[in-house]
């Protein structure tokens, strides 16, 4: 059974085992295929959908499933697809908004091997490796580095030393980075476009580093979510435009729609500081303290300028949480 329609990579882009040194077709077995069904009242449910499909990987031999965490926010019904056929049942053990990594725990024996964790601050540009879908090689790409940099995503989301890969996998949500010792270097998040010196636009992965998870696997296990205070949550989503930062859509019943912050908005200050960026954005308003901390900004709007003062708030208090069934 397959979440999805009967597909493949190309042949010509699918990795050959004797290009590594690892047993290749067990890695890509830890890969599992995960289908996610979110209730229709659910936060997310306008924006990321009540259905969710896209990829995890084993990391533990007890069946502890890591994945990206927007296919898994919200969850009420989790199923697994493993390499051998075989489909069961998970439930959504974590999910950290800071990282973007969820957990799932499947709820029968896997007997499978978990893929290790690696160390993806060793990753180097230009480093070859396999972007692991469910499926095995027919649904996997090789794959190389070709960027490591600061991303900052509209939905108030920053990594510092994000993990970029080409050419990239068309079923990239939750997908598995292998490194040359067969070990996990990161989780695939989202495609992107990268146009440079007037070639045609390459698509790319943006994936999250494993390295990143290591400092919260323990509270993640413990508590759901990292033990650590909440950044403060505006509800707006800004795009860079001709050098503007612009609110381009708001999250319903989110902070900034409440203070009557309105798509087309140009951001220009938090506080007394002038912000230049998405990234600059986020960093000055979660200097600002926890969530629930007053956010001022200074907006303008149809030929006015204007002052706000925000409340911010902790997402995960507008989520559903997670149910064991």
Request: aromatic letters at 6%.
């Amino acid at each position: 059974m397959s979440f999805s329609s009967e597909w493949s990579i190309s042949p010509a882009l699918q990795p050959k085992p004797e290009d590594y040194d690892f047993d290749l077709d067990a890695a890509l077995g830890a890969v599992v295929g995960l289908k996610a069904i979110v209730p229709a009242d659910a936060f997310t449910a306008e924006t990321l959908g009540t259905e969710r499909v896209g990829n995890g990987v084993l990391i533990r031999a007890d069946g502890l499933v890591l994945t990206i965490g927007y296919l898994v926010t919200e969850a009420e019904t989790i199923w697994l697809s493993l390499i051998d056929g075989r489909v069961i049942p998970g439930h959504v053990l974590a999910y950290d908004q800071v990282t973007g990594f969820g957990l799932v725990q499947a709820l029968a024996r896997i007997n499978l091997p978990a893929l290790p964790l690696g160390h993806s601050g060793s990753a180097a540009i230009g480093e070859h490796i396999v972007v692991g879908g469910a499926g095995g090689r027919a649904r996997s790409l090789a794959a190389r580095i070709v960027a490591r940099q600061e991303f900052a995503g509209y939905w108030e989301y920053l990594l510092d030393d994000a993990i970029f890969t080409a050419p990239a996998h068309p079923q990239w949500g939750g997908a598995a980075v292998i490194g040359p010792a067969g070990d996990l270097l990161g989780i695939g998040s989202l495609q992107l476009q990268q146009s440079r010196d007037n070639q045609p636009a390459e698509h790319l992965n943006m994936i999250v580093p494993i390295d990143l998870l290591k400092p919260i696997m323990d509270d993640l296990l413990a508590f759901g979510r990292p033990n650590r205070p909440p950044r403060p949550w505006l509800g707006l989503y800004a795009a860079e435009v001709e050098d503007k930062l612009v609110v381009v859509g708001l999250a319903g019943a989110g902070p900034a729609a409440r203070a009557d912050v309105r798509p087309g908005d140009i951001l220009l200050a938090v506080g007394d500081r002038k912000v230049r960026g998405l990234a600059g954005f986020f960093r000055r308003v979660w200097s600002l303290g926890d969530a629930g901390v007053e956010v001022p900004l200074t907006i303008h709007r149809e030929g006015r300028t204007m002052s706000l003062r925000l409340p911010s708030a902790d997402r995960s208090q507008f989520l559903k949480a997670h149910k064991l069934h």
